[in-house]
């Protein structure tokens, strides 16, 4: 693989780390769904917050040292095994050999597709970037890369939680339908509510940050991309939520068929799109294929009856004021801190208000939804 993408030594070494680090995490996999499954996660954040202190604390000592990219390799390393080692002190797991052809056949039904709906995720996204970094340079993959991990930060900070949440939750609703749709609307409302605000901030303020932060003007070519992935972002924050309820209450081989979907026609758009649009392409195809949000919708109506449109109108309203504001008030370039800082916190204010007037009820269910 080294001799594949030529990389030097110390490339060599960190993928080496990444694949220890890799093998560390399959070994907190049980451990880690045992806190879910009894919706422990005040237990299951602590080894989280361990493993990305010890990974940025060594990260950025050893860069700062002139380490280079070894500081990562070391990082990865520590991050797998303070990991490992935090996750068993609290929740002791003890290995055992065993067998039950019972339990293998009714784990199976469901397993069997479930793990070929993680092996064509990783055709569809990594070994796609595998790709990638074979057919274009590796500054055009790095534009790729920034522009999707800062456009994905709402569905890191707040899906994701959501999604780890919502799935034991929904399991256990899977024989009272309309419990379970009702429990679907607030999710889709939620993450409508918090994401669709912070995309639309992001959409605004992304350029300007670029130009302002010292060292961030490279990253200038990839801000096409940046918006396009933002845009693919919020159309995930919806699609996922019904994705995630149907693998939860075992539909999971309507998923399999999605997913078969998503991972033939990503590399068809993007091996297509990359030759006319360029690094861009890649973007492109990912809100592209955002448009079949609309089948998502329609095959889980099929299994499990709830409202969509009522429970993103209020949000979709809200963030279009706030957007308003932000051409109003954020200014061209050069751009001043001082009115960045007031756009950005007029349009927070803005938002919520006009949230709170048309969807207070919603609101406040969701909250008391959550609480229970």
Excluded: C
Aim: hydrophobic content about 55%.
């Amino acid at each position: 693989i080294g001799y594949f993408y030529r990389l030097d030594t110390q490339g060599v070494w960190l993928f080496r780390a990444l694949v220890i680090s890799f093998f560390l995490s399959s070994l907190k996999t049980i451990p880690s769904v045992l806190l879910e499954r009894k919706l422990a996660f005040e237990l299951l954040i602590i080894p989280q917050l361990i493993e990305t202190l010890g990974f940025y604390v060594v990260a950025v000592l050893l860069a700062w040292q002139g380490m280079g990219i070894s500081s990562f390799t070391w990082a990865v390393l520590v991050r797998g095994i303070v990991g490992l080692v935090a996750i068993y002190i609290v929740s002791p797991w003890m290995p055992s050999v065993g067998f039950s052809r019972n339990v293998a056949r009714r784990l199976l039904r469901f397993g069997v597709p479930f793990q070929l709906n993680s092996f064509l995720g990783l055709l569809k996204d990594d070994l796609l970037t595998v790709y990638l970094g074979k057919v274009l340079p590796f500054a055009q993959v790095g534009y790729i890369g920034w522009a999707k991990k800062w456009a994905e930060v709402p569905l890191r900070l707040i899906m994701d939680s959501v999604i780890r949440v919502t799935f034991p939750a929904f399991s256990r609703m899977q024989h009272m339908t309309k419990l379970l749709g009702s429990a679907i609307e607030k999710t889709i409302f939620g993450l409508a509510a918090t994401i669709f605000p912070i995309s639309v901030g992001l959409l605004f303020f992304v350029e300007p940050m670029v130009r302002i932060i010292p060292r961030y003007g490279k990253w200038e070519p990839a801000i096409v991309s940046f918006y396009f992935f933002v845009v693919a972002g919020v159309v995930a924050s919806l699609s996922t939520p019904l994705t995630n309820a149907l693998n939860a209450i075992g539909k999971i081989k309507i998923t399999l068929r999605l997913m078969v979907f998503w991972t033939i026609s990503s590399w068809v758009l993007v091996t297509l799109f990359i030759t006319v649009f360029g690094f861009s392409g890649v973007s492109i195809a990912s809100a592209l294929l955002g448009l079949s949000l609309f089948i998502v919708i329609y095959l889980t109506r099929k299994v499990v009856p709830f409202a969509f449109l009522p429970n993103i109108v209020g949000p979709i309203f809200a963030a279009g004021a706030e957007a308003r504001w932000f051409m109003a008030v954020r200014g061209n370039a050069p751009y001043s801190l001082v009115r960045l800082g007031f756009a950005g916190a007029g349009g927070v204010i803005l938002y919520g208000a006009v949230l709170w007037l048309v969807e207070r009820k919603k609101i406040s269910d969701v909250f008391r939804y959550a609480k229970t």
